[in-house]
Every structure is written in C-alpha cells, then in structure tokens.
C-alpha cells in the first residue's frame, strides 16, 4: 500500500515557473517507479513525465519536453515536477503515480500505475 500527497500547484500567469511535489508513504519509494499525469477539463488524463526508480532515466512527453524536469529524492519519499516556461494549456490538475510492479525504466501508460495522488491544480493564466 502506498500513500500519495501532492502539493505545490496554483495560479501562476504564463511564462512563469512552479514546482508541484508527491510525497509518498508506505512501501520502500525507492524500490519503485513515479509519474507525473495531467488533465484538463473536459479532456481524457495525460502521461507528462516519468522517473526510474533511482532517477538515472526520465521520460516525458513531446508537449513539455525541454521546460519540465522531474526529479526524485529518496531520502525524503518525494518526486518533483519542476515547470518551466508555463503556458495556458498546461491549465490542469497534476496527479502523481506509483508503479510498484516495475523494476526498470518507467512508463508513459496511466493503466500501469497502482497508486494515486489526489491531484493538485495548476492554472496558468494568458
């Protein structure tokens, strides 16, 4: 069992900057994979970003790569997302996602990931 908690979103104008972060609890959080996912509303949830078990390989999707970083440190249980260059159609709520059957890499698939955070929102404003 592993227990999500994101934290970090708000109302942030476009061009601006802002870091979301999970911390988890429960199952040892450096045995397993984390993901970031968004949706907008009215829209079906997208994968935005994915870190191996001990942040060696990131993934992320076309539409942020190059202004999102994520990151983990497991020291303290918590994965972040670093957003850079923000714009309105990053307007979301932002999920964080464990996958506990994976031991290698990270995946872009939502049907994959066992546990869920409740979700933070980001709006970015024009």
């Known amino acids: 069992q592993v227990q999500l908690v994101e934290s970090g979103g708000g109302l942030v104008q476009a061009g601006s900057s802002l870091r979301v972060s999970c911390v988890a609890s429960?199952?040892?959080?450096?045995?397993?994979?984390m993901g970031w996912f968004r949706q907008a509303p009215g829209k079906e949830r997208e994968f935005v970003a994915a870190?191996?078990?001990?942040?060696?390989?990131?993934y992320y999707a076309d539409s942020v790569k190059g202004r999102f970083t994520i990151s983990r440190d497991n020291a303290k249980n918590t994965v972040y997302l670093q957003m850079n260059s923000l714009k309105p159609e990053d307007t979301a709520v932002y999920y964080c996602?464990?996958?506990?059957?994976?031991?290698?890499?990270?995946?872009?698939?939502?049907?994959?990931?066992?546990?869920w955070g409740q979700g933070t929102q980001v709006t970015v404003s024009s």
């Open positions: 996602a464990a996958d506990l059957a994976r031991t290698a890499g990270a995946s872009s698939s939502a049907g994959d990931y066992d546990y």
């Open positions: 429960g199952r040892a959080f450096s045995n397993y994979p």
């Open positions: 870190i191996n078990y001990n942040g060696g390989h990131t």
